[in-house]
C-alpha cells in the first residue's frame, strides 16, 4: 500500500446548516477544517449554497459518505459518483471517506449493515473501492462500523480491514 498523507490536520468540526449564521461572523481559531456529508449538500442552492459556497472558499473541507453503500450487492451508484465528484472539486473538498459498510439493497435501508470478514467480500468491496477512486480521480479513506455479530466470518475484522486496504489501495479513517 501506497503511503499518503491525509490533506487535513487538527481538529476538525461538523458544519451543519444551523451553525452557518454563527461561524460566518466569527469562525473559531481552534478549528482547522470542517466536515460535511455530501448528501446534505449536493444541489443545496439559494442563500445556503451561497453560505456554503463562501465557507469552502474560506476554509479547508473533507468529506465524509453517508450513503454510497460500498459493499452493497446492487450496483455501484455510479451517477452519484459523478455529481459527487463535481461536488468535490467545485469546493475544493480536500479528502473523502465513507463506511466500510451498505445500506441499500434494492433500496435504502436506513441503517449501517456490517460486510462479512470473507476472502469473497474482500475482492468485491475493494474492486468497488478502486471503481470509486478512478471515478473520483482521488484516494479515498474508509471506516469500519461498528456490529454486533458477525456471523460465518473468516477472518478478524482486523485482518479483513488490512486486505481491504490492501488490495483497494485506500486508506483508513480513524
Same mark, same amino acid.
Given at each position: 500500500?501506497?503511503?499518503? =498523507?491525509? /490533506?487535513?490536520?487538527?481538529? &476538525? $468540526?461538523? @458544519?451543519?446548516?444551523?451553525?452557518?449564521?454563527? *461561524?460566518?461572523?466569527?469562525?473559531?481559531?481552534?478549528?482547522?477544517?470542517?466536515?460535511?456529508?455530501?448528501?446534505?449538500?449536493?444541489?443545496?442552492?439559494?442563500?445556503?449554497?451561497?453560505?456554503?459556497?463562501?465557507?469552502?472558499? =474560506?476554509? /479547508?473541507?473533507?468529506?465524509? &459518505? $453517508?450513503? @454510497?453503500?460500498?459493499?452493497?450487492?446492487?450496483? *455501484?451508484?455510479?451517477?452519484?459518483?459523478?455529481?459527487?465528484?463535481?461536488?468535490?472539486?467545485?469546493?475544493?473538498?480536500?479528502?473523502?471517506?465513507?463506511?466500510?459498510?451498505?445500506?441499500?439493497?434494492?433500496?435504502?435501508?436506513?441503517?449501517?449493515?456490517?460486510?462479512?470478514?470473507?476472502?469473497?467480500?474482500?475482492?468485491?468491496?475493494?474492486?468497488?473501492?478502486?471503481?470509486?477512486?478512478?471515478?473520483?480521480?482521488?484516494?479515498?479513506?474508509?471506516?469500519?462500523?461498528?456490529?454486533?455479530?458477525?456471523?460465518?466470518?473468516?477472518?478478524?475484522?482486523?485482518?479483513?480491514?488490512?486486505?481491504?486496504?490492501?488490495?483497494?489501495?485506500?486508506?483508513?479513517?480513524?
Amino acid at each position: 500500500m501506497k503511503a499518503s =498523507r491525509y /490533506p487535513v490536520h487538527g481538529a &476538525g $468540526l461538523g @458544519l451543519r446548516r444551523t451553525l452557518m449564521g454563527p *461561524l460566518a461572523d466569527q469562525p473559531p481559531a481552534q478549528v482547522d477544517f470542517y466536515e460535511v456529508a455530501p448528501e446534505n449538500w449536493i444541489g443545496v442552492g439559494g442563500s445556503y449554497g451561497k453560505q456554503f459556497r463562501a465557507f469552502t472558499e =474560506r476554509h /479547508p473541507f473533507i468529506c465524509h &459518505g $453517508l450513503s @454510497l453503500s460500498i459493499g452493497s450487492p446492487s450496483a *455501484l451508484d455510479e451517477t452519484f459518483l459523478h455529481r459527487l465528484k463535481h461536488f468535490l472539486d467545485q469546493h475544493g473538498i480536500r479528502g473523502y471517506s465513507e463506511h466500510l459498510s451498505y445500506c441499500s439493497d434494492d433500496g435504502h435501508l436506513y441503517d449501517l449493515m456490517p460486510i462479512p470478514f470473507t476472502e469473497e467480500a474482500i475482492h468485491y468491496v475493494a474492486g468497488r473501492i478502486r471503481r470509486t477512486q478512478d471515478i473520483l480521480e482521488r484516494r479515498i479513506a474508509i471506516e469500519n462500523v461498528s456490529y454486533y455479530a458477525a456471523p460465518g466470518k473468516e477472518m478478524e475484522e482486523i485482518d479483513f480491514i488490512n486486505a481491504v486496504l490492501q488490495e483497494a489501495d485506500c486508506d483508513l479513517l480513524l
